[in-house]
């Protein structure tokens, strides 16, 4: 039994990096033999696949929760579930090398650099999809329909944005750093949460 | 077969003109910035002067590069416009003022004349039915970004109108020039104006009202952990609330009103109360 634990599902795009840490790594169904009170939360869900996550966790007696909500509703989760201490958003490559970090007690020092050991940016709340993961995904998605629509070849979409508005990457390129699936979750979670076809995707 | 550009002319004596007809003399073709009064013109081509004076100042040109220079520039009425191979309108965003103009250029400059517009909002294929349809196919939309001097981008805007060839040979002659031209069709807002459009949409829609805390905070994020070089509510203060809400309107319009282009209600009640920005000293923040 491993009282502090990483939780993952396989796909987060730091998998490899999170591997290196100390702690035990477990996907969600090797987890359970591990009674674990402390979980790293590095699943990547929607807000309801999230809720239900921390619900079954609540009923095995976690008490604390470290997760990743990049691609979730973490302002609304982090009210739910007291057990969440920590929320960060490191599924979404940061050409900064970077990510965004919101603590209950800011003051609080619970090893997160040892197991991600990037920049973190501290906020104030962690927002729907925090701000970084959000507003890139909608750059992207709004680059796939101009793709769709003939507008430009994608060399000359990601020209354009580069040289013209001093973007660090193209939007086609930054989708590639990131990942489609990243970027949907993102795009599907903000549809879902706010019934909104701005967020629609192709 | 590569495109040789020897003279141009830009009208219209504003401050993306200017920066234009600058960039033109640059690359040593003979430049006439046109304006509707001749005194407007020679102020324009004066402050370029004194503004290759200061780079020869800070070492970017020798005094013979900025002689040369001067000599390629000459300010002209409408009246008095010599033929050249390139014209590029750069005048107020009203299409009624440009379709005259056009007209008129279209009167007076040879066939082999190529036609652009420096437009950001306006449709190419609309603008150029004020031309006759052999002009149609020598006339295109070539966006500077400001300062047209020092920002690379050139975006080529084609038409189905236009001869085929002509959009790639003006984009290479631009790369060849040490611009970057991305090319592309005639669409809303063409790449640039329309792709960015959410980066101050949804930084608006993640603060959703005012709180300056909130917004400085946005800033901060999107530059530290997504690498822009300035966040969107410092950006929106730049550039002008009443322009970025105008892009966003004629983009959001021509869409049909897709909700990805939405204005939001935080922009209109700031233009509204008459907060644009830097430029009135009050926008998202105070610069008092």
Known sequence: ?202 | MALQLKSMAVIGAGTMGKGIAQWFAQQGLQVQLVDTKIEIAKTSCDQIVASWKKLVEKKKFTEEQALMFETMLSAKTIDDINHCDLVIEAIVEKKEIKDQLFKKLDEKLPDNCIFASNTSSLSIAELSQAVSLERRARFLGLHFFNPATIMKLVEVVGTSDVEDGLASQIASWFQAHGKEAAQCKDGPGFIVNRLARSFYGEALRIVGKENADQEREVDSILKQVGGFQMGPFELMDLIGIDINLDVTNIVWHAFHKNPRFAPHPLQEKMVKEGRFGKKTKKGFFSYE
Not at chain 1, 7 to 17: A, E, F, N, Q, R
Not at chain 1, 166 to 174: A, F, H, I, K
Not at chain 1, 175 to 188: A, F, Q, S
Request: charged fraction near 25%; charge should be negative.
């Open chain 1, 1 to 202: 039994m491993n009282k502090e634990i990483i939780v993952h599902d396989g796909h987060h795009p730091l998998l490899d990096t999170l591997k290196k840490s100390k702690l035990g790594h477990y996907t969600r169904s090797e987890m359970l033999a591990q009674r674990p009170q402390i979980v790293w939360d590095f699943t990547l869900g929607t807000t309801l696949e999230k809720r239900e996550f921390y619900q079954q966790l609540r009923s095995m007696g976690v008490n604390q929760i470290h997760a990743d909500l990049t691609t979730c509703h973490g302002s609304l989760l982090i009210k739910e579930f007291p057990e969440l201490q920590t929320a960060f958003a490191s599924a979404c490559w940061s050409p900064k090398d970077s990510y965004e970090l919101w603590q209950r007690d800011p003051e609080a020092e619970f090893g997160l650099l040892e197991i991600l050991p990037m920049q973190p940016v501290e906020v104030q709340s962690p927002g729907h999809c925090f701000t970084y993961p959000r507003v890139i995904s909608t750059l992207i998605n709004e680059a796939r329909f101009a793709a769709k629509d003939g507008l430009a070849k994608t060399s000359d979409l990601d020209r354009a944005m580069k040289y013209g508005v001093n973007y660090p990457l193209g939007l086609v390129q930054w989708e590639e750093r990131i990942g489609k699936e990243i970027i949907d979750l993102i795009l599907r979670d903000l549809r879902e949460e706010t019934n909104s076809d701005r967020y629609k995707t192709l």
